[in-house]
């Protein structure tokens, strides 16, 4: 059964950065999709960012296009959300999550969640 570990969140002043990690246990990593989700404070989960299991296929939400960057290193198992030019409105609990395929599906298909890392940015 796969295990999906979030790190790397905290605190930040906007306009800063920071890099979310998510280490991956218990299956073929490189055969699988990864995403990032977030949920803020009296909101439902929302996607963030997906990549196909090979990395050559990303996909991004519009809140964050330009600001964040999904990337994954298959030799460690692990995906990364590189999260630039923060803005109050991404703070939130973000998620790692993965499915059972290699391509990006609809987000609706990512049902194996991590246990999410806080993310806060102050203004």
């Known amino acids: 059964q796969v295990q999906l570990v979030e790190s790397g969140g905290g605190l930040v002043q906007a306009g800063g950065s920071l890099r979310l990690s998510c280490a991956a246990s218990?299956?073929?990593?490189?055969?699988?999709?990864m995403a990032w989700f977030r949920q803020a404070p009296g909101k439902e989960r929302a996607f963030v960012a997906a990549?196909?299991?090979?990395?050559?296929?990303?996909a991004y939400a519009d809140s964050v296009k330009g600001r964040f960057t999904i990337s994954r290193d298959n030799a460690k198992n692990t995906v990364y959300l590189q999260m630039n030019s923060l803005k109050p409105e991404d703070t939130a609990v973000y998620y790692c999550a993965t499915t059972r395929v290699a391509a990006i599906p609809h987000a609706t298909f990512f049902n194996t969640w991590g246990q999410g890392t806080q993310v806060t940015v102050s203004s």
């Open positions: 218990g299956r073929t990593f490189s055969s699988y999709a």
């Open positions: 990549i196909s299991g090979s990395g050559g296929s990303t």
